[in-house]
């Protein structure tokens, strides 16, 4: 039995909960749910060569708290106009391990968003719009900087992807009391509950832990998105609230990102807990390309505790991250409204208090492998 194998088998049972490498999506702050392209959890690569781990994560969040800055806008929910959402989706991966520290995945996402608002159903009644199906596709690859056979209690992995438009960027749905002479209208979807973005993008990430006392490891993981494109053409009506809102017309195709930071502490030779802090959202500004069209920045960070059961090749993980700061700062269109109109702007976005996230995987090693006794006896002591 290879040294290496029994590592990896090892380090499954120590930190399966390294963390769901995931944008958590909160509300209307980021367009669409999203997560790295190289597998959602550490266990996921830690892979010997030809294993495959195969594997679903589901979120779930409802956003409904205003903020614009960092202020909460608690009028919006004693006078009921906020706006809700519900947000459900699966990711659906699979990972192959290339060799030692080489792995790539694929993950298939799917979402079912409904939106609830008065504002845009001509602020008379409160009316849901809906959006299901595919969203955007991500491949990727992922390699170990060390050898896990020389480098028993710490390693880092660098990740590079490839995020495809398949999901829907111009999703409809009836909106009432809008249309010609106050009736519904067909029209796109809000941008957060819009399965996908309509741009080819390109993720960066990354995964560390490090052995820092019997049982606990300290772990490190993100990713950033860069989403070249600037706008993918949907119209978002919002020119028709207001004519100074005619630079959001259409929705851009911003950057996201994610980046989570923690302690995993073993239990027992099956159970792991973790409890770290994550950082996440949709920036200002895009690293390449220009900052066109109507979005909505903001960022969020979270307390994220988990627990995780694993044994064999089979693994289940929960976390529930909960929101202590959330922000909506000024965008390029605010500021661009702000000047030519000379009156402050800044839009608010709505955010939610809590995510729920479980995952479960299982993986299909090509040789039938057996843990070193001495290397599980080490952490269970």
């Known amino acids: ?125 409160r009316n849901t719009t809906f959006s299901r199906g595919l969203a955007d596709v991500r491949v990727g690859v992922g390699y170990w900087l060390f050898d896990l056979e020389k480098h028993q209690n710490g390693n880092l992995a660098l990740g590079l992807g490839l995020k495809i438009p398949t999901g829907s960027y111009n999703a409809s749905d009836i909106f009432y009391n809008v249309g010609p002479e106050g009736g519904p209208q067909t029209r796109p979807v809000d941008q957060s509950i819009q399965p996908g973005d309509g741009g080819f993008g390109i993720t960066l990430d990354f995964q560390l832990y490090q052995k820092i006392a ?72 895009d690293l390449v390309g220009g900052n066109e069209g109507f979005r909505r920045p903001g960022n969020v960070l979270s307390i994220d505790p988990g627990i995780a059961f694993m044994k064999d090749n089979f693994s289940l993980n929960l976390n529930v991250p909960f929101a202590v700061r959330r922000e909506r700062p000024q965008s390029v269109t605010d500021l661009e409204t702000q000047q030519i109109t000379g009156e402050p702007r800044q839009g608010d976005a709505a955010f939610a208090d809590y995510l729920i996230n479980v995952g479960v995987s299982y993986r299909f090693p090509r040789n039938k492998v057996k843990v070193n006794p001495e290397l599980m006896n080490e952490f269970k002591n």
Not at 40 to 60: A, H, K, M, V
Not at 229 to 234: L, S
């Open 214 to 285: 019997e049982r606990f490891f300290a772990y490190s993981g993100g990713f950033y998105l860069i989403n070249p494109r600037e706008t993918n053409g949907t119209r978002t009506f919002r020119e028709t609230l207001s004519p100074i809102l005619q630079n959001e017309a259409i929705m851009a195709v911003p950057d996201q990102f994610s980046f989570r930071a923690g302690v995993s502490h073993s239990l027992s030779s099956t159970i792991s807990a973790s409890l770290g802090a994550s950082y996440e959202g949709v920036p200002v500004k």
């Open 1 to 125: 039995m290879r040294t290496s194998q029994s590592l990896t088998i090892t380090f499954l049972g120590l930190i399966s909960f390294f963390g769901i490498n995931q944008a958590s999506a909160q509300g209307c702050v980021a367009i669409r749910h999203f997560s790295s392209c190289v597998g959602n959890t550490l266990e996921n690569n830690l892979l010997g060569p030809g294993d495959i781990q195969i594997g679903s994560n589901y979120r779930y969040f409802k956003s409904f708290r205003h903020f614009r800055g960092t202020e909460e806008e608690p009028d919006r929910v004693s006078n009921d106009t906020e706006v809700i959402n519900h947000s459900h989706s699966w990711d659906f991966f699979l990972t192959y391990g290339i060799s030692d520290r080489w792995y790539a995945s694929i993950t298939i996402p799917t979402v079912i968003n409904t939106r609830s608002s008065l504002y845009e159903h001509g602020r008379d009644e």
